[in-house]
Each structure stands twice: as C-alpha cells, then as structure tokens.
C-alpha cells in the first residue's frame, strides 16, 4: 500500500516538473516538414511516407549505440515496449538528444521508460492515455507530446496524418536546437 502511495506521488511530482502537450482530433495536418529528417523505428512501420522524411528501421540495440544525436528522431511501436522500458535503456533515453515516441502508448505513462523507479506496470494508466507518447529529456525539464486518435480512426488518421504531426514537432524540435531561446515555435496549439 506505501508503495502505490509513493508511486502515486512520485508520479504526480514528475508531472507536475514536465512540460506536456497535447494533440487532440480538431484540425487539419500540417504540411509535410520543410527539412529533411531520419527517424529510426523499432518495429514495423506502419506510418505513410512523405516527403523529406526518412525511415530507418533497426532493432533498439543499434539505435541504442548510435550515439545520442544520430537520429531526428524515435518511433517505438507497441511490441517492443518491454524491451524499451529495460533498465539497461533508462540512460538511453534520458540521454538522447531527440524526441522518442512510442506507438500504441494509451494505457502507459512513458515516464517508465526514463525513470528507473517504475516499472511497466507501475505505468499501466488503463487506455486514457494518448495513442503515441513522445518525450524528450532537456537539462531544464521533460518536454513531453501526445497525440490522441477519434474513436474508430481511419487508416489515414492513424498513420498518413500522425506521421505528419510527429515530423511536425520533430522539425520544430531541431529548429530550436539549432536557433536556442527560440522555445515558442514548440508551443503551436493544432489537434488531430
């Protein structure tokens, strides 16, 4: 019982320290990025292609041992969660230097994957969550994103728009890294 107590206040603390944003199901996809980006997948990709986007499917361990800034950025599909949420990949991704999503993450907080505390079910959040998690771990905070699907989403809504949305923050990320103190073009408030 102290236990799910702390965890639940542990949890609530870390939250409260991150910085969340969130895609709900409103408006239109943003145009394709404006600048090439390569992002590794863990998994079969399931998403679209579209221009000036580059899909590099490896396994973990390789991804792992690129080094933190050889990627734009991660997609981790649902069938490699367990692996991901390993104490031997924590640093990893308190480490890299891009944003990671993780696909199918409605009933998991993706603070598992970053805080050695939790476990993948102490994560368990019973499908409320956003269908793709994504966060990246800066020397200030954890700036986090989530992208909810509609109910009964079409393929295009789940893969040809998401990937649109995910290259989106992936470019805007890379643009403040290049361009520091220029954090406003992270906080751009579209819904999916």
């Known amino acids: 019982m102290k236990l799910k107590y702390f965890i639940v206040v542990a949890l609530s603390l870390l939250l409260a320290g991150c910085s969340i944003h969130i895609e709900g199901s409103n408006l239109e996809s943003p145009p394709p990025p404006t600048m090439p980006l390569e992002i590794a997948v863990v998994g079969d990709n399931p ?67 970053h805080d ?39 393929a295009r809504e789940k893969n040809g728009d998401l990937i649109t949305r995910i290259a989106k923050v992936l470019e805007d990320y890379a643009r403040v890294k290049e361009h520091p103190g220029n954090e406003k073009v992270m906080i751009q408030d579209f819904n999916f």
């Open 47 to 113: 998403f679209d292609t579209i221009r000036n986007v580059t899909f590099i499917t490896d396994n973990l361990e390789n991804i792992a041992s690129a080094g933190p800034g050889a990627f734009d950025g991660l997609l981790i599909m649902h069938e490699h969660f367990e692996k991901a949420a390993g104490a031997e990949y924590k640093s990893f991704f308190k480490t890299t230097e891009y944003p990671v999503f993780f696909v199918g993450a409605e009933n998991l907080l993706t603070a598992v994957f």
């Open 116 to 154: 050695e505390r939790l476990t993948l079910e102490d994560g368990a959040i019973d499908g409320f969550g956003a269908y793709v998690s994504g966060f990246v771990v800066t020397e200030t905070k954890i700036q986090q994103w989530g992208f909810h699907i509609p109910d009964n989403a079409t």
